[in-house]
Antibody, heavy 119, light 106 residues
Framework: EVQLVESGGGLVQPGRSLKLSCAAS????????MHWIRQAPTKGLEWVAS????????YYRDSVKGRFTISRDNAKSTLYLQMDSLRSEDTATYYC????????????WGQGVMVTVSS | DIQMTQSPSLLSASVGDRVTLSCKAS??????LNWYQQKLGEAPKLLIY???SLQTGIPSRFSGSGSGTDYTLTISSLQPEDVATYFC????????FGAGTKLELK
């Protein structure tokens, strides 16, 4: 059974940093691109960042470029999101997700982890 | 970015009704369109991918159609467990999602 379990969320002051983790199991982690998607309270979904199976290619939405870093450790089957210079507008539930099919459709999601940026 | 517009934002329907949700893209997305269901407090669940392909394990009362910029999710006979918010997502370019349609029972 595929499982994605996020951790590392919490309350953080504006300008500070936080690192999220997503532990994967039940599939060959190193074969798949991985993604972070967020959802602000009572809002819609927003793609944040993606990383290729090898980790050699990364992609970010404009609003987080230069502040967030996506990475992975294939030996540990774990995905990360380092979030620096956090802003109030980064407050959201963060999901890791993966498409295991041939297109960019997210068939597996974690349960989500809440990040609150507030003083 | 490709903008996705869903309508209506809120839909009230009765058990057994045929329900249609709409999603419009700001440009042609060549059928690269997925639908998700999100229940309160849960992660989204993939229902339909590439416009009309039913994800494994999803009931056949769910179906998708469309082309170009206009897409539709149809529930042929609404069930109580279908109460949720439904999101469309395009992947012709980096993924963008619609704002959602909240489906409630009348």
């Amino acid at each position: 059974e595929v499982q994605l379990v996020e951790s590392g969320g919490g309350l953080v002051q504006p300008g500070r940093s936080l690192k999220l983790s997503c532990a994967a199991s039940g599939f060959t982690f190193s074969n798949y691109g991985m993604h972070w998607i967020r959802q602000a309270p009572t809002k819609g979904l927003e793609w944040v960042a993606s990383i290729s199976p090898s980790g050699g290619s990364t992609y970010y939405r404009d609003s987080v470029k230069g502040r967030f870093t996506i990475s992975r450790d294939n030996a540990k089957s774990t995905l990360y999101l380092q979030m620096d210079s956090l802003r109030s507008e980064d407050t959201a539930t963060y999901y890791c997700a993966t498409p295991t099919g041939s297109g960019l459709y997210f068939d597996y999601w974690g349960q989500g982890v809440m990040v609150t940026v507030s003083s | 970015d490709i903008q996705m517009t869903q309508s209506p934002s809120l839909l009230s329907a009765s058990v057994g009704d045929r329900v249609t949700l709409s999603c419009k893209a700001s440009q042609n997305i060549y059928k690269y369109l997925n639908w998700y269901q999100q229940k309160l407090g849960e992660a989204p669940k993939l229902l339909i991918y590439y416009t009309n392909s039913l994800q494994t394990g999803i009931p056949s009362r769910f179906s998708g159609s469309g082309s170009g910029t206009d897409y539709t999710l149809t529930i042929s006979s609404l069930q109580p467990e279908d109460v949720a918010t439904y999101f469309c997502q395009q992947y012709n370019s980096w993924p963008t999602f619609g704002a959602g349609t909240k489906l409630e029972l009348k």
